[in-house]
């Protein structure tokens, strides 16, 4: 169960050539902290290591409220840890465990969290030395509005969803599969983009001859016999 997520900023949650969130980043973010259960959530950066901690916190957290981000993470001195706070870069332990220990939540062990970052190095290195859950943006996910659904998390205004049959080219063990998709426009075709992504970067537990290392969601079949795909530990999406 993730219990804390940790976001990075720059050319994750905004494009550092406009300053700006990249598409439904917001939306994201909002689904998240809105849900129930929600995790805890901040944000890990490194920043200017030349600068004081409280002079880099003042410019960081200025790029932060130009981004129209800042109201997510409040108050920024629990939510926001800089490598200036840890004297380190990531993926070092220690600025995680200085996010954790900011954050209030020191003994949480990294196994119940997850971080999210665009930097490949990063990932590798927090799944294999932390054993720390990870989504690299731009691999295992481009698009934020599918976070919410990969964290496990849905909020409580959330529409109401129904099960498709869906077949994931290239794929045939994927073939007339039941999916959860919302009930919304355009949702079955993300989903199914979603999905396939998720085949592609083996994270489908429960595929004969094809074990999934980093598996975030399995095949299951339900009394009726029909296999269904469903986020490990989680019902839906």
Known sequence: MIKVVMFDLGQTLIDEA???PFPHAVEALTAITKAH???KTCLVSDFKMELTPAKAMKEYVAILEAAGLRSFFEPVQKRVTLSNHAGTLKPSRKIFEKALQRLG????????CCFIT?????IKAVREKLHMQAFQFGVDFTDWAEVPAMLGVASPSASSSSWHTISVPRHEDL???QVEVPDSPHALEEVKSYVAS????EQIAGRPGKPALRATHALVTDPQGQRRLVRKRFSQF
């Open 18 to 20: 406009s300053r700006q």
């Open 37 to 39: 259960p929600a995790p």
């Open 105 to 112: 939540v020191p003994a949480t062990p990294f196994k119940h």
């Open 118 to 122: 665009e930097n490949a190095a990063h």
């Open 175 to 177: 073939k007339d599969i």
């Open 198 to 201: 998720l085949a592609n970067n």
